[in-house]
Structures are given as structure tokens and as C-alpha cells.
């Protein structure tokens, strides 16, 4: 099989496709192409032919077995790494196509997590190692820039993410002069696929495990999606923590999920929530699943990646990702990162999260837009501007705290 050509400088994708009507399908498949390694040739003949997650499972494997025929070994990882995205808990192809994905990536890429030189004699570009966590070992990539480093990341992902997705995000930052520490946490890609730990919302707690491993302090924390709650979680805890990136608004995840709903919605979505009501709760998320992929397949990971039996008692896990509680521990500098059209994520929530941020030393907030075709969720539309903007914000932060 052939490896990938590590020689090449890291270019990230960019570009956003109207592929399928439903949202979650459209931005799943989008990033299929821009984070994932998938291309439009491939995915656009067969969007439009996926209607449910059944759909989706069948049209991207068919994809991967097609790219693996013709050695297209970088869209195979892609294709069969997104295959098992809607494919529900008990389905055993959902690990199957997983750990292949899996094998493919670090074969595939090996030469970047390989000695190299003479005999070996250079150090592999990316080390890869395990941080002990209870009774799993975290997975950790760990990137050093030539020269002089210009501060050390820890970067995570949230509520779907996989480990290996962010591979070129780790190199583009090595590449901008960064030292980083990219890991997978409880609930996340093979942490819990394979090794079986489910969500915390006590962040600090893994975070802390990754942070004495390695003995790091004067940390810029990056959380991604749900990690726009993670992150700062483990900042209000750990003062090794002195800058937070917020990748995502993400002041309640609970009021998160409930704010893509119709106001009357919501309004008995709090009602039921306060007396308790747990078969109505279930009833009317049961009814909208039928009806809404994007319903369905969030209750039914969400079940799961949370253990819980149903739709209440999801709910109420997700009420204790809440950074109200532990708001005014935040005392580090703060950048949050919005998009003006995700599906997920209604940016204007950002009001009441600044309100929170009492005691931040610094707050910033960046809304990308469609203006940037970084409109979507995580800005998967144009990755490469976030991340410039991180690292601009990071040096001047520290151009400002030497200043001082």
C-alpha cells in the first residue's frame, strides 16, 4: 500500500458545498470532503441518494470499497472513518469499519509517526503515545516546531469527534511555530469505541491526567464543538490553563440542543423538564425523531455516548454541561469562535455566555460568516482562517503579558 507523501507543506481544505436538504447530512458530508479527506467528485453523484442513516452507511462504504479497488487509500480512510458516523450502538459494523479506518490512517501516514534519517537516527514529526486515565490510556499526538516555539497547545475535539480527523489541524499549527498535545477524552473516537469510557462532563479531570503526564504549565487549551464547553470546564479548574479557545459557543449544552427547536418547543421542553415528565419528554422527542434524521440520530448517539435509557434521562445528563455553575472560575484570557449558519449551534447564545464570563481576564469573540465560507459548524468550511486566527490571538496575548 502506498504512504502518504509527508514531504508535502500542509494545505487545508476549503469550500462549502450544497450537497443534500437535510442539514446534518449536507454538513456531515461537507466535512467528509474538508476534514476527512474525501473528495467532491465522489460525494456529489451519491448525496442526493441519502435520505436516511441507512443511506449513509451503505453509499459511504460502497465509496470506500471503490476507492480501496483504485488505491485511493486516503479517501478510503475518509469514507469508511464517516461510514459508521450514523450507525447506531448493537450494529456490528460500526467498530468494523471504525478499527479499519483506523488501521488504513496509521499505515497510510506512518512516515509521520516513524523514525526517520539514518538508522532512525531523527525523531518521528508526530509522537504518538498514551496518557494512563482510570483504567483506559488516552491517546496523545505531540508535535514540536523548528526553532523557537511560540507556546504549547492542548487540543481536543467534542461530542462526535475522532482522534486521527485533526491530524493536518496539529501539523498546520507545528507548521505556525506551536508545540502541541492533541488527545482524545472519554466519550471520543476509539476512547470509547474500542476501550468502552463514556462522556464526563468533569473535563479538568482527563485534562489534568494529559497535563501531569507531560509536566505542562502556560497552556492554550483548544476545544472543539462540544469542546467550546470542555475546554473552558477544565480552565476554571486548572491554572496551568492561562489562555482558552473556545471553538464553538457553547454556554449549555441542554439549551444548546432544545434552541434548534420552535419556541412553543421549547417552552414545554422546560415545562416538562421542571415537573419531571419524563414520558412526555420521551413522547415528543420520540415523535420528532421519526420525522428529523438529525433528531434521531442525536438521541440515539446520544443515548449512548452519554448512557442514557432515554430521551429525559439524556437531557438531564446534558444539563450538567452547563458552564453557568463554574462561570466565574474562568479567570484566564478567552477567545470564542462562532459561525452565523449552524445547524447545531445558534451563535446568538453567545450573549448569554458572555454575561457568564465575569472574571475572564480577557474575552473575545470572532463570528465567521458565509462571507468566509466558514459559516457552518466548527467552521468546516474553512478551517485554515480559525486556525490563523488562534494563533494571531495567542501571540498577542503573550506580546501583551510581556508588555506588562
Known amino acids: 500500500?502506498?504512504?502518504?507523501?509527508?514531504?508535502?507543506?500542509?494545505?487545508?481544505?476549503?469550500?462549502?458545498?450544497?450537497?443534500?436538504?437535510?442539514?446534518?447530512?449536507?454538513?456531515?458530508?461537507?466535512?467528509v470532503i474538508n476534514w476527512d479527506g474525501g473528495r467532491i467528485e465522489d460525494i456529489k453523484p451519491i448525496a442526493g441518494r441519502i435520505k436516511t442513516s441507512a443511506d449513509w452507511k451503505r453509499e459511504l462504504i460502497a465509496l470506500g470499497n471503490t476507492a480501496m479497488k483504485e488505491n485511493r487509500i486516503q479517501n478510503v480512510i475518509a469514507y469508511y472513518r464517516m461510514s459508521e458516523f450514523f450507525m447506531y450502538d448493537g450494529d456490528p459494523d460500526k467498530k468494523k469499519y471504525y478499527q479499519k479506518a483506523t488501521e488504513l490512517f496509521y499505515r497510510y501516514y506512518a512516515d509521520y509517526f516513524e523514525a526517520g534519517g539514518v538508522n532512525g537516527s531523527m525523531p518521528p514529526r508526530i509522537e504518538k503515545t498514551v496518557v494512563p486515565y482510570k483504567n483506559v490510556k488516552l491517546p496523545v499526538m505531540h508535535v514540536v516546531p523548528k526553532g523557537r516555539s511560540k507556546g504549547t497547545i492542548l487540543l481536543h475535539g467534542g461530542n462526535d469527534s475522532y482522534f486521527e480527523e485533526f491530524l493536518f489541524t496539529v501539523l498546520y499549527l507545528q507548521e505556525q511555530g506551536f508545540e502541541v498535545y492533541m488527545f482524545e477524552g472519554p466519550g471520543q473516537g476509539?476512547?470509547?469505541?474500542?476501550?468502552?469510557?463514556?462522556?464526563?462532563?468533569?473535563?479538568?479531570?482527563?485534562?489534568?491526567?494529559?497535563?501531569?503526564?507531560?509536566?505542562?504549565d502556560d497552556v492554550t487549551i483548544v476545544g472543539i464543538s462540544l469542546g467550546g464547553y470542555l475546554a473552558p470546564r477544565a480552565a476554571a479548574f486548572d491554572k496551568r490553563i492561562t489562555k482558552v479557545v473556545a471553538w464553538s459557543v457553547f454556554p449549555c449544552f441542554q439549551d444548546v440542543i432544545v434552541g434548534m427547536q420552535r419556541?412553543?418547543?421549547?417552552?414545554?421542553?422546560?415545562?416538562?423538564?421542571?415537573?419531571?415528565?419524563?414520558?412526555l419528554i420521551n413522547f415528543i422527542f420520540g415523535k420528532k425523531a421519526k420525522k428529523e434524521p438529525i433528531i434521531d440520530w442525536g438521541l440515539k448517539h446520544g443515548c449512548y455516548a452519554y448512557e442514557a435509557k432515554d430521551a429525559y434521562g439524556y437531557a438531564k445528563k446534558l444539563k450538567l454541561y452547563d458552564l453557568e455553575p463554574i462561570a466565574d472560575k474562568i479567570t484566564q484570557d478567552m477567545l470564542i469562535i462562532g459561525a452565523n449558519q449552524d445547524h447545531f449551534i445558534d451563535h446568538k447564545l453567545i450573549g448569554r455566555e458572555i454575561n457568564m464570563l465575569k472574571n475572564v481576564k480577557s474575552l473575545t469573540f470572532r463570528l465567521f460568516t458565509d462571507k468566509e465560507n466558514a459559516q457552518n459548524h466548527c467552521n468546516v468550511g474553512n478551517g485554515k482562517i480559525v486556525l490563523d486566527t488562534i494563533c494571531n490571538w495567542i501571540e498577542q496575548i503573550n506580546k501583551g503579558a510581556a508588555a506588562q
Do not use: C
Open 263 to 279: 419556541p412553543a418547543v421549547r417552552r414545554l421542553f422546560y415545562l416538562f423538564m421542571k415537573i419531571h415528565a419524563r414520558p
Open 190 to 216: 476509539g476512547v470509547m469505541r474500542t476501550q468502552g469510557m463514556h462522556f464526563t462532563h468533569e473535563w479538568e479531570k482527563p485534562v489534568k491526567a494529559v497535563l501531569d503526564h507531560f509536566g505542562l
Open 1 to 31: 500500500m502506498d504512504k502518504y507523501d509527508v514531504s508535502r507543506p500542509v494545505k487545508l481544505k476549503s469550500g462549502v458545498y450544497k450537497l443534500n436538504p437535510e442539514r446534518n447530512f449536507d454538513y456531515q458530508l461537507n466535512r
